[in-house]
């Protein structure tokens, strides 16, 4: 915004990106407004069974109907409680877990293929453990959350640190600085995109965490509902556990892009 | 002598093998003298200047400094992009524990007197090439180094650039009385900006000659218009055998 006497040909340019940003929006939102209207024609004149299938119309009245017994709000709150306290664990524990394994070469050497084995370990495979371990209630699915999350915290916090440009870590040599100054001043400010991509990362793995610890155990939280309408064929349920949850995940993914933009202005 | 190299050996130890890339190695700088060293590439150039500084220990010999700060300037700016220009000049009163009024004061000062003040708020990336290589002089002597220790400073910038902020950076270093040691590969940089300059041999390096440069005053631009600037290039050219 340094000059706001732009020539006639900068005033175009800049006129014809407004209208292509607002062209793309329009279309994004039509989109999906074309898809509800097209779901909702085909339910209404049978052409798809709404049974099996439901249908906006459905949807609606089954969150209405939710929210009237009190339910819905009782859910979503549990779930995201669930999914927004694996996250942060899953996001602090791992960060400082990558501080460690950056500040010893000797730690991260012995650590390293614990970590790409678990990485690669299919974690629902613990299911049964963590039942046994920690019971159904929510701390299991907390736990499963973090365990989920948390290798990908390490890997992606780590990778970033050790991505440091080498110029400036000599720099902090030269200049005399110690381990601690050093990330301080330099790995920690240096790596900040890195740590909005592994929070972005990591959201969605949270969601993955929470919804399928709900799957194996819990008694309530949208997963629950998901796990429930299908055993008893309530799919109306399902499909509106799933809408709101597409809602949630979207809403923390714009939360973080709001702070990466924030942070990187 | 605020710095003396004393038969310096440096081995350098890989799980590939050991490269002896010092040896024997002897020269010494006194206060306020502009020293260049110049020799083949990959001689170990850049080791002499983590020897200076204490960043390496010696394998044979000893280096011998008086008691005296090191500043280094790397042949990259490395400004943290995220901070201020400002900010970048603090670092090293941050790093170094002398983060005081008076030694931000005088960081100012001299980025004031070397035309940054326009700049201080400003990001390095919306500053020139040459520019950045200034903040990053500055940046070097706000802490106020006795010896500053310049790591072919010059070589990452386009040709232009290059004159302008070797010479920019040499008028600096000798307002302000430092003693300098740079090491780079490139002759007439070399005698350009020197009082003396250390010509090296190939690996493991030691030194073949060192001339006094004193024909065309300090000042590189009258240097270069020297008749004699193209009779010690050739000299030099020879002596490194190229």
Redo the contacts between chains.
Sequence with gaps: MKNKNYSAAHAKFLKRNRVRGILINVTRFGLLALVFALWEICAQTELIDPFITSSPSRIAATAAQLYRDGDLFYHIGITLMETLAGFAIAVIVGYAVAVLLYMSDSIRKVFEPYIVVLNSLPKIALGPLIIIWMGTGYTAIIFMTVIVAIIVCIMNTLTGFLSVDKTMLTLMKAMGASKRATLVKLIIPASLPTLINTLKVAVGLSWIGSIMGEYIVSRAGLGYLIVYGGQVFKLDLVMTATIILCILAGGMYGIIALIEKKLTR | MILRFEDVGYTYHTLDGETEALKGLNFGISRGQFVSVIGPSGCGKSTILSLA?G?LTPSEGKVVRENAE?G?M???D?L?P?RTVEANLF??L???GKNTRMMRENALNLAEKYGLKDFLKKKPAELSGGMRQRVALIRTLA?QPDIL?LDEPFSALDYQTRLEVCDDVQGIIKSEHKTALLVTHDISEAIALSDKVIVLSSRPAHVLAEHEIDFGGNNPKHRRECGQFAATFEKLREELGL
Aim: aromatic content about 24%; charged content about 20%; hydrophobic content about 65%.
């Design positions: 500084a960043l090191f280094y790397l042949q990259r490395a943290f995220w670092l090293p941050e790093v170094k802490a220790l």
